[in-house]
């Protein structure tokens, strides 16, 4: 009969040293989920989020040179006898050089540059008229430029309670504005935030050809702080409008087409680290701005240069594996091709936006 060693009893964990260990986990996990409760929720977002419905995308043709009457034929559209006119609608914060140099790549093809401003930001911030005091840098659009101005009472300021209502009311500022500008029906409108810029030839697509969907969004190659940066094409937001009587000013999910790769977006791309500052406290998502020292100068200019998230959020994504492949630095390019012309025109003027242009200028 072969010998068998006699078996160990598992050693019990004595129950004051499961107390301990309770009594000192506990604490450091709520510590944990107070101070970084957003990245676990993002980390998981693929877990408890599902991605919205895919767009059906439009293959976008362009090449130097070639004719609009080919170039709507490969986009299976036909080519007009004549031009539509083209409005472009932004609601203005306080991005001026971008402003700018969106206005100068598009410059030749718009009929009406339209721009609402307000006294205040969406989350209630008072602020200057910055378009209105700077209007000397547009002589170039001069007379197709139709500014109005959104007054918001200092009693609306303290009683404001949800930035998206403010938003709201641009939005519902910006049809009035449209209509005083002139837009008939069958005009092309660009709906996009400033920093969403169409390229020309996306432009002249819209103006040319018959057959364009009447609501199409536009794919966006996204940069962050520079068009040193470059993110992805994630960008959908911009659209473009046959307008008509029922067309409603909107920066959301409008339709199911997008054009693929129509221009850029920029975000985050200021000449002055006080701006950056100012736009994280200034939109919709002002909240993520969770402690004081997120607005520090010394740590914008830092993450700029590194290509960091000014937030310390993870990537907003819907599947483990997009959200790991973005996490970190976004890498940095040294191209500056395929960027709009008026940026490479005029670059000693707009350096900061080129690759090695990181570090910010003082006021």
Known sequence: MAFRPPR???????????????????????????FHGRKVTY????????PPPPFERLPHYYAENVSMDHLCQLHGWS?????????????????????ELRWRELNPYISK??????????TGIPKP???????????????RIVNGVLPVPSSRLKSLKDPFDLEAEHRRAMNGLLRRAGISTGDVLIMSDTDEIPSPHTIKLLQWCDGVPPVLHLELKHYMYSFEFPVDYSSWRATAHNYNSGTHYRHSRQSDFILSDAGWHCSFCFRYVHEIAFKMTAYSHADRVRRREFLNPERIQKLICRGDDLFDMLPEEYSFQELIKKMGPIPKSASAVHLPASLIENADKFRFLLPGGCVRESP
């Open 8 to 34: 160990s009893t598992p050693r019990r964990v004595p129950p004051r040293f499961l107390f301990l260990a309770i009594l000192i986990l506990v604490p450091i996990c709520l510590i944990g989920v107070f």
């Open 43 to 50: 980390f998981l977002r693929p877990l408890w989020d599902t």
């Open 79 to 99: 080519l007009r006898s004549e031009p539509r006119q083209v409005f472009d609608g932004i609601i203005f914060n306080n991005e001026i050089d971008l402003l």
């Open 113 to 122: 540059f339209v721009i609402l401003e307000s006294n205040a930001t969406f």
């Open 129 to 143: 008229l910055v378009f209105t005091s700077n209007l000397d840098r547009f002589k170039f659009a001069e007379g």
